[in-house]
């Protein structure tokens, strides 16, 4: 039997297992996801998605190899925070499915979709009111700027989602853009792994990233704060 939850306690859930930041967004919401990136297209009862998001050291950008390590690590602590927020959830009586940090991307194309049935944890944040998606196609948030990492929790629970934020953070600033050095952010429309992919490598099963200029150019790289 279903006892009562709200959206209070299951963002009190998110924060006692380490998320700094917790949104939540109407599966109803999703409308504009490509077949395969809904939420019901994961959990066909999904009444909201639950997103939990988490900041990483800013002192990580000043090292390839330590941001690559430091990723690799929240991807799993991510993952983790949403299986506890799930485990309790249930507990409720309500059904689950956890979306791994991996994450994936509103992309035509992206194999990943059929493979493990993601949604898009940067435009799950956007809509759940976390931040907006910059032109660097990273989600970024007033206090904690670009330096977060996600994971999700769909749930068949009806919680209040919250309210998008808004921004004009991007207004009459192209840099990143300009900058990237595989011309990856020229149409986000058609952003995907091949324009990153001379700035990658794969060793022992794990992703070792070379390029992270569109996430340390940013001017909001840090939030408003800086």
Not at 30 to 45: N, Q, S
Not at 72 to 86: D, G, I, W
């Amino acid at each position: 039997m279903e006892t009562g939850i709200n959206s209070s306690i299951v963002k009190k859930y998110g924060v006692d297992v380490g998320a700094n930041i917790v949104g939540i967004a109407a599966s109803k919401d999703f409308g504009l996801a490509p077949d395969g990136f809904k939420p019901t297209d994961v959990l066909p009862e999904c009444l909201s998605v639950i997103v939990l998001g988490a900041a990483f050291s800013p002192e990580v950008l000043n090292d390839i190899a330590e941001y690559t390590t430091s990723r690799n690590a929240m991807l799993t602590a991510m993952t983790n925070m949403a299986k506890e927020v799930a485990k309790r959830i249930k507990a409720d009586g309500y059904k689950t499915k956890v979306i791994s940090a991996a994450g994936g991307k509103w992309v035509d194309g992206d194999g990943r979709k059929e493979q493990f049935g993601y949604i898009s944890l940067k435009h799950a944040a956007e809509i759940a009111g976390l931040g907006v998606i910059g032109k660097n196609y990273l989600l970024t948030n007033p206090q904690y700027g670009n330096l977060l990492w996600f994971s999700a929790v769909l749930t068949d629970a009806e919680l209040m989602p919250d309210e998008k934020a808004g921004s004009a953070m991007c207004d009459n600033c192209n840099k990143c853009v300009e900058a990237c050095p595989a011309g990856a952010l020229d149409n986000l429309a058609s952003f995907g792994k091949k324009g990153c992919s001379k700035f990658f490598t794969i060793e022992d099963r794990k992703l070792k990233i070379k390029c992270f200029l569109c996430r340390t150019i940013c001017p909001f790289r840090f939030g408003n704060s800086e």
